[in-house]
């Protein structure tokens, strides 16, 4: 196998310069892509005829006009896996395993690769070891609580039976290369929390202790792991459109740098191109009100609606309600808006998920801040600006090592923690760095803070004042914040960044049932077609559950892997 220069972690990719319910008509393809409403086999039409999509811009398009006589290459495979990102490979490796013929093809130059922050797992060896036990109906309940059921809790249950299997194989692998290692978060907070915290994130970092690598590492050791078994990849070769034959999804027509393809799955094709949260149209058509509240992005490039769309082309279902993973990280100027987050950068201040005194621009509190990532986005949109203000003090440095927070929002290292926190030095050079270009006002007083910012400085020191009894009382008698993460707001210089949301992926996907095989308009699998990752729906709505962390990453991995196993089986 030639070496790989790296795969495409969220670090490398962090941009830096950078709901409507929704039912789509079922569009086909017989031995190719070239209408909306194209034709089976039996000369029948594909189409119901009408389209309920609400949607102030054409996101879906057309499927693009390719014949195979366009076709400068044609490839036969039995397991044709769309995207090597994290559910793409462990897809790859698990049909190889199974002795299937597999082709694995990415759009871009590296492979995306495996999350080295966290994949959740649910009885793994790691959990055994450390004396991990996880009631899985509590979780489960808990996932589709935050979900407000509007996703399939068979896919959930899926996940919390078979992650730990999926785990032990990945742990494994990692352990017989001998380059990279996996840890365990187990070290939750002491003292009970609103939210339940899960220990269920599994890190892998290199084993000199550094993160930066392992994900180009690890996927460079899975694509050689693919080809072992006679898998092949190919790298910058996008999928245009699925194929669809008498019914069935047979295959795809791709581009590379020689033309268009034709590529040949007998046994089905996987899709795991990443979702749509890099495609800024598709964005804003079906989360246009979400956007109005992000400072930026932090998702890779790939992840454009490919695989989405060819999926919907070929008549699959989309799910109705369409949702985002965003991290509470993006600090802009005193005098930025919000919603422009192509153009927004990647103004990533990680102190900002820290249960700090959060308020609204008219300098009040406008809810509890121990709670899930995207909850202060969502509290914050109801108010001007959409914006929120975060207030520290000189004490920053003690109230975060007592808040201790979980997965990426950990600032500190200590056992059983998460394996790649910045630490406290770090923090203040990136505040620092932040106060030099702007962004974080320091003043003596609140009054000063309040100038800075125009928030109106009777009303804040008001919400200060009340905050201080708060941590006095040692009860957040108004919110119900847990008393270890209430703080002072007594010891200037102190401290004030404006934030908004930074988008990391889109949740929303299609249909799949516990095979991941791709759910038709008429509630139907579609043969021959399979849908992984952040490309795959009926799991998420509304919020993401991060208090279980890399439950997102664990779903890909774990779906990914028995996507695999079972279409290498027909």
């Known amino acids: 196998m030639k070496e790989l220069n790296g795969a495409i972690s969220r670090r490398t990719f962090l941009k830096g310069a950078a709901a409507s319910a929704v039912g789509l008509a079922s569009m086909g393809a017989l031995g190719g892509c070239t209408q909306a409403a194209s034709v089976d086999s039996e000369g029948e039409s594909s189409s119901n005829g009408k389209s309920p999509v609400a949607s102030t811009a054409d996101w879906l398009g057309k499927p693009p006009a390719i014949t195979d006589a366009d076709c400068v290459e044609t490839i036969d495979t039995e397991v044709l896996v769309v995207g090597a990102g994290c559910a793409g490979l462990f897809a790859a490796c698990a049909a190889a395993e199974e002795g299937a013929k597999v082709l694995l093809i990415e759009k871009l130059a590296m492979p995306i690769g495996v999350r080295s922050s966290a994949l959740a797992a649910i009885d793994s ?31 959930v249950k899926f996940w919390a039976d078979h992650s730990g299997e999926t785990l032990d194989w990945y742990i494994d692998f990692i352990n017989e290369r001998g380059k990279c290692e996996v840890v365990l978060e187990y070290n939750m907070p002491k003292h009970p929390t609103r939210y339940k915290m899960w220990p269920t994130g599994h890190g892998t970092k290199l084993k000199d202790g550094q993160r930066d690598g392992a994900e180009a590492q690890v996927a460079n050791d899975m694509i050689a792991y693919i080809e072992s078994f006679g898998g092949e990849f190919r790298k910058e070769t996008k999928m245009e ?13 791709a581009s590379n740098k020689e033309g268009k393809i034709r590529i040949n799955a007998s046994k089905g094709v996987i899709i795991a191109t990443g979702g749509y949260s890099n495609d800024e149209e598709m964005y804003t058509a079906l989360q246009g009100e979400t956007k109005k509240s992000l400072a930026g992005l932090m998702t890779f490039p790939g992840s454009t609606g490919d695989g989405i769309k060819a999926a919907l082309w070929a008549g699959a279902k989309f799910d109705i309600y369409h949702s985002s993973l965003i ?45 899930p990532y995207d909850f202060i986005v969502h509290a914050a949109s109801n108010y001007e600006g959409k914006a929120w203000y975060m207030l520290f003090d000189s004490n920053w440095r003690e109230d975060v090592t007592r808040f201790h927070t979980i997965g990426c929002s950990t600032l500190i290292e200590w056992e059983g923690g998460n394996h790649h926190p910045p630490g406290l030095d770090k923090i203040q050079e990136m505040i620092e760095d932040f106060e030099g270009k702007g962004i974080v006002v320091k003043a003596d007083t609140i009054e000063g803070i309040a100038n800075a910012m125009g928030i109106p400085a009777q009303e804040l020191q008001a919400t200060v004042d009340r905050y201080n009894e708060l941590y006095d009382l040692g009860e957040d008698v108004d919110f119900g914040k847990e008393p270890f993460r209430l703080s002072a707001l007594r010891t200037p210089p102190f401290y004030c960044v404006k934030l908004g949301g930074l988008l990391l992926s889109t949740m929303d996907g299609v249909q799949i049932d516990t095979n991941g095989q791709a759910i038709g308009e008429d509630e139907k699998p579609i043969e021959g077609l399979f849908v992984v990752g952040n490309d795959s729906g009926r799991y998420y709505a509304v919020t993401y559950p991060n208090f279980g962390a890399g439950t997102n990453a664990g779903r890909c991995a774990t779906f990914g892997r028995y996507c695999g196993k079972y279409v290498a089986s027909l």
């Open 125 to 155: 060896k790691l959990q055994k070891a450390h004396g991990v036990k996880i009631d899985k109906a509590e979780i489960i309940n808990d996932i589709c609580h935050y979900a407000l059921n509007y996703n399939d809790m068979n896919l």
């Open 241 to 253: 459109c699925l194929i669809k034959e008498g019914g069935r999804v047979v295959g795809i027509y």
């Open 327 to 371: 991290f509470d990280r993006g600090a802009i100027a005193p005098d930025a808006q919000l919603g422009d987050p192509w153009n927004g950068g990647m103004p990533y201040f990680q102190l900002g998920s820290q249960p700090f005194l959060k308020v609204n621009k008219a300098g009040k509190r406008i809810c509890n801040e121990s709670s």
